[in-house]
């Protein structure tokens, strides 16, 4: 199988990562990572990635005077790597519209919240004080507007009355951890793709990959 060479991109614990690192385990898993970037040295993920013989480095973005002055070596890092497609997982950089151009449309994020609802940070608690009943997560293509960009899957999380901002991040982040390798097998694979800056998915393509996992929805257009 001709598997596709991911970056993945992380600035903290790396537990996205991990379960991108899981799902390039399996032989016919489109995708296998060719290098784990960090922002923050001090990064846990870093450490979790080596130990599984992965590929890491640590580029600081405070040795940097410009943010184009850090993103110029972090370009030329995934070239290094030949990294086709980058996976952001928890990468809490913002990057100048001269990268994510560089990147278009080969660069994927994951954000804990159903999107356009809630960017930026403290998404849990905003989402508690909006009183939202249902929550989730999203992976999208990335674009110079933070956490925007075309949508390729989101779950569904319910809110229960007793939640709190902990609780409700750790159900989330479970259904993160089912999303990503799901949204990237699909890209990768071709079976979701860009039209007009929506993604489409192929009418083959599997909904979801497993009956135990929080409502994912990425329909195939056909069945809409
Ligand atoms: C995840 O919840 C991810 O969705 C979020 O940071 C966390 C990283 O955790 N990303 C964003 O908020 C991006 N806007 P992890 O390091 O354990 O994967």
Known sequence: MNKKRIGVLISGRGSNMSSLIEACKSPDFPAEISVVISNRPKAAGL???????IKTLAINHRNYDTRAAFETDLHQALMDAQVELICNA????????????????????IHPSL???FK????????????VKITGCTVHLVRTDMDAGPIIAQAAVAVEHDDNE??????????????????????ALGEAFVKNEMIEIRAKAQQTP??????????????V
Do not use: C
Request: charged share 20%.
């Open 47 to 53: 450490e979790i990635a080596a130990s599984k013989g």
């Open 90 to 109: 928890g990468f809490l950089r913002l990057l100048t519209a001269e990268f994510v151009d560089k990147w278009h449309d080969r660069q994927l994020n």
């Open 115 to 117: 999107l356009p609802s």
């Open 120 to 131: 930026g940070l403290h998404t849990h608690q905003r989402a508690l004080d909006a009183g």
């Open 166 to 187: 902990q609780t409700l991040a750790a159900r989330v982040l479970a259904a993160e951890h089912q999303l990503y390798p799901h949204a990237l097998k699909m890209f």
């Open 210 to 223: 497993s009956s135990k996992l929080p409502a994912i929805f990425s329909p195939p257009l056909d069945k």
